[in-house]
């Protein structure tokens, strides 16, 4: 049954989906956008009814484009609202480009800045990280300035060192997303600004990444520290970045991870919080108000954990 285009499942379903993808490590989630099949009308109940013995709360509203709200370990999916459409993701683009710069390149590596960089950043009108052309920055630190102020030049640099080239390192992430199972996602830079095209996925995509993401160790704890501090150096000058993620520090048990915004994509927002044993994952796209999509999200992660015991 719709209601605001929001389909949703209730535990028996998720018991009854859980039995029959009982063989994938996240069977929500089994093949890109066919998964969103799993909801079917005929599993889904009145919105914001409440089998007994659960919370009687109605699903919070979801504003944007699209959602899509699941818990990593059971599977069971909370929340879908046009969660296989193509669309932009903006800077959500950037939690693909951390995870492949940790897969190609070591912490402690060094990366010279170029004027390429701080271009790239200042003539798209991008956030940036505020770098200089000639400081050197390990790839820890521009990890850091990619995933918190959602650094252009930073992301541009990292590709550019490690592709070698954008071209070469946009091919390296549309292989991982292949081989993740991201079906409907192509990447056209490592940024995911508009130009030279801002590429695609879904909600869907975006939340089977965000839980592989969040599965690395370094990029999990870059992805939930709140300011990262760069003490001033012989070969670079002092940085202080904040974390865009309004979630941090607001929201029990947030893990992360990323924020997003370019006027197609509107504002965009992965998120993760561990609740009582549970590890929930969400993703909301399209939003047109910059402060409703922590909101929303903070409002679907305290209802989904109403309706899941805790893990004893």
Same mark, same amino acid.
């Given at each position: !049954?719709?209601?605001?285009?929001? /389909?949703?499942?209730? /535990?028996?379903?998720?018991?009854?989906?859980?039995?029959?993808? +009982? +063989?994938?490590?996240?069977?929500?989630? +089994?093949?890109?956008?066919?998964?969103?099949?799993?909801?079917?009308?005929?599993?889904?109940?009145?919105?914001?009814?409440?089998?007994?013995?659960?919370?009687?709360?109605?699903?919070?509203?979801?504003?944007?484009?699209?959602?899509?709200?699941?818990?990593?370990?059971?599977?069971?999916?909370?929340?879908?609202?046009?969660?296989?459409?193509? !669309?932009?993701?903006?800077?959500?683009?950037?939690?693909?480009?951390?995870?492949?710069?940790?897969?190609?390149?070591?912490?402690?590596?060094?990366?010279?800045?170029?004027?390429?960089?701080?271009?790239?950043?200042?003539?798209?009108?991008?956030?940036?990280?505020?770098?200089?052309?000639?400081?050197?920055?390990?790839?820890?630190?521009?990890?850091?300035?990619? !995933?918190?102020?959602?650094?252009?030049?930073?992301?541009?640099?990292?590709?550019?060192?490690?592709?070698?080239?954008?071209? /070469?390192?946009?091919?390296? !992430?549309?292989?991982?997303?292949?081989?993740?199972?991201?079906?409907?996602?192509?990447?056209?830079?490592?940024?995911?600004?508009?130009?030279?095209?801002?590429?695609?996925?879904?909600?869907?995509?975006?939340?089977?990444?965000?839980?592989?993401?969040? /599965?690395?160790?370094?990029?999990?704890?870059?992805?939930?520290?709140?300011?990262?501090?760069?003490?001033?150096?012989?070969?670079?000058?002092?940085?202080?970045?904040?974390?865009?993620?309004?979630?941090?520090?607001?929201?029990?048990?947030?893990?992360?991870?990323?924020?997003?915004?370019?006027?197609?994509?509107?504002?965009?927002?992965?998120?993760?919080?561990?609740?009582?044993?549970?590890?929930?994952?969400?993703?909301?796209?399209?939003?047109?108000?910059?402060?409703?999509?922590?909101?929303?999200?903070?409002?679907?992660?305290?209802?989904?954990?109403?309706?899941?015991?805790?893990?004893?």
């Amino acid at each position: !049954m719709h209601h605001g285009g929001i /389909r949703l499942i209730t /535990r028996a379903a998720l018991v009854a989906t859980a039995l029959l993808v +009982a +063989a994938s490590p996240t069977p929500a989630l +089994a093949t890109g956008s066919s998964a969103s099949a799993l909801i079917t009308e005929a599993a889904a109940p009145v919105l914001g009814s409440a089998p007994a013995g659960q919370g009687s709360a109605s699903v919070p509203s979801v504003p944007g484009r699209a959602a899509y709200l699941y818990d990593t370990g059971t599977g069971a999916v909370h929340l879908s609202k046009q969660a296989g459409k193509r !669309m932009p993701v903006a800077s959500l683009t950037k939690v693909m480009t951390a995870y492949v710069v940790l897969r190609e390149a070591r912490l402690d590596d060094t990366v010279t800045i170029q004027a390429a960089d701080v271009r790239h950043a200042a003539s798209n009108g991008a956030t940036h990280a505020s770098l200089r052309a000639g400081e050197r920055l390990t790839v820890r630190d521009l990890l850091y300035a990619v !995933m918190l102020p959602s650094a252009a030049d930073a992301s541009h640099a990292l590709a550019r060192v490690y592709g070698p080239g954008n071209t /070469r390192f946009v091919a390296k !992430m549309n292989a991982t997303a292949r081989s993740m199972g991201l079906v409907d996602t192509a990447y056209a830079s490592a940024d995911g600004l508009p130009k030279p095209a801002p590429g695609h996925s879904t909600a869907l995509d975006q939340a089977k990444l965000a839980e592989i993401a969040l /599965r690395d160790p370094v990029l999990r704890a870059i992805a939930s520290s709140r300011r990262h501090v760069v003490a001033r150096s012989k070969v670079h000058r002092a940085h202080s970045w904040t974390n865009s993620n309004k979630l941090l520090g607001q929201t029990p048990g947030v893990l992360g991870l990323k924020t997003g915004y370019t006027g197609a994509a509107g504002y965009c927002l992965s998120f993760a919080a561990d609740r009582d044993g549970h590890r929930l994952v969400g993703v909301i796209l399209g939003e047109s108000s910059a402060d409703r999509r922590f909101q929303t999200a903070t409002r679907l992660l305290d209802w989904a954990s109403e309706q899941t015991p805790p893990e004893l």
